[in-house]
């Protein structure tokens, strides 16, 4: 296997960005992209889909191969790969060798795991919650941002033209509430009557990195059921991303 | 100078994953639970509000009462360090 990237910034956010959730993980690299998972604490799923027309060469022994690395020192090694780098992964006698070429050239050399890692993909289409809004990914990044860090949970309510995320937790001094309000670029497509959840806000930070490389964000909720996060970029990338809710009353 | 902690006595119930209402009796409240997002019907950890905010216990994590009356969770590995069963 040998693929090279012209512009290696979406590989290397999309690798930071697994690299919060797992140690370890397997790319499956296939005909038409690469298919990464990871999973955190059985709380949060995610899927990356790098299209192969991100590629100026993508070469495959087969069909499809998969390589099994440790992530934490594939994160390394693209912290090192400049934004006009180009980077090169090529499979060789069990290794896989990162190359990139700017104006130093840099090799690194790896070894794949032994153990085969196992993340069993989620069946994504068992969940389809009904109601989504589409925003840009900086008003969602900033709207995390301004909840204090010391809280854990935050909530959610889709109205017919605005999302809240609010705290009003009665072991919480301080409530607080934000409103996005639809306009051309925020989008609102509710179904149920009432839409309410709770999900921990440190898995919403977990893909604020995400705007260095897309610009909208589409968010499907449903009560009780988990949250999808949905980045899709044609001919780029896709990103699916599940957060299981809070329940606060059963 | 050097100090030795008081010997005092707790309450503290283990969080196993089933005894979720035996620790909500425990605390005096429902608490709030972290759904599994492989299975839904498994509970992946609970918010415990303590006098520090709040804090997640995971499976196997014991919840403590302290000597005021709070509520907060605790590794099993340091429980098992710290303190040991009070014959009654």
């Keep these: 296997m040998k693929v090279i990237l012209e512009k290696p910034v979406i590989f290397k956010t999309i690798i930071e960005i697994l690299g919060e959730f797992t140690k370890d993980v397997k790319l499956v690299f ?14 949060a799923f995610i899927e990356f889909k790098l299209s192969r027309k991100m590629f100026s060469k993508y070469e495959l022994e087969g069909e499809k191969e998969e ?3 440790s992530l ?47 993340i069993k993909p989620l069946d994504l289409s068992k969940f389809q919650p009904k109601n989504s809004v589409t925003l840009p990914i900086v008003d969602f990044n900033d709207t995390v941002n301004d909840f204090d860090a010391k809280i854990t949970a935050v909530k959610i309510k889709l109205e017919e033209d605005k999302l809240i995320m609010f705290i009003d937790d009665a072991d919480i001094t301080t409530k607080m509430s934000i409103e996005i309000k639809k306009a051309t670029d925020v989008k609102i497509n509710k179904v149920e009557e009432l839409v309410a959840c709770k999900l921990n806000i440190s898995y919403l930070k977990s893909i604020q990195k995400i705007s260095r490389i897309a610009t909208k964000l589409k968010w499907n909720l449903e009560k009780d059921t988990p949250s999808i996060f949905i980045v899709n970029v044609p001919d780029k990338f896709e990103m699916k991303y599940l957060v299981a809710p809070m329940i606060e009353n059963e | 100078m ?43 950890c609970l918010i415990i509000p303590t006098l520090e905010g709040q804090h997640i216990a995971n499976l196997g994590d014991w919840i403590i009462k302290g000597v005021k009356g709070e509520f907060y969770p605790c590794k099993p590995d340091i429980f098992k360090e710290t303190y040991e069963e009070v014959e009654e």
């Design chain 1, 30 to 43: 296939e005909k038409e992209q690469i298919t990464i998972h990871a999973i955190s604490t059985n709380v």
């Design chain 1, 67 to 69: 390589v099994d690395i």
């Design chain 2, 2 to 44: 050097k100090y030795r902690k008081k010997p005092v006595v707790i309450e503290a119930t283990q969080w196993t994953g089933y005894n979720t209402e035996k620790i909500e009796k425990f605390i005096g409240h429902t608490l709030t639970k972290q759904m599994n997002v492989i299975n839904l019907d498994e509970v992946s």
């Design chain 1, 72 to 118: 934490t020192d594939l994160k390394g090694i693209v912290s090192k790969v400049g934004p006009t780098d180009v980077f090169t992964m090529m499979v060789k006698d069990n290794q896989l060798y990162c190359v990139t070429m700017g104006k130093r050239k840099k090799v690194f050399r790896m070894g794949l795991l032994s153990e085969d890692v196992e």
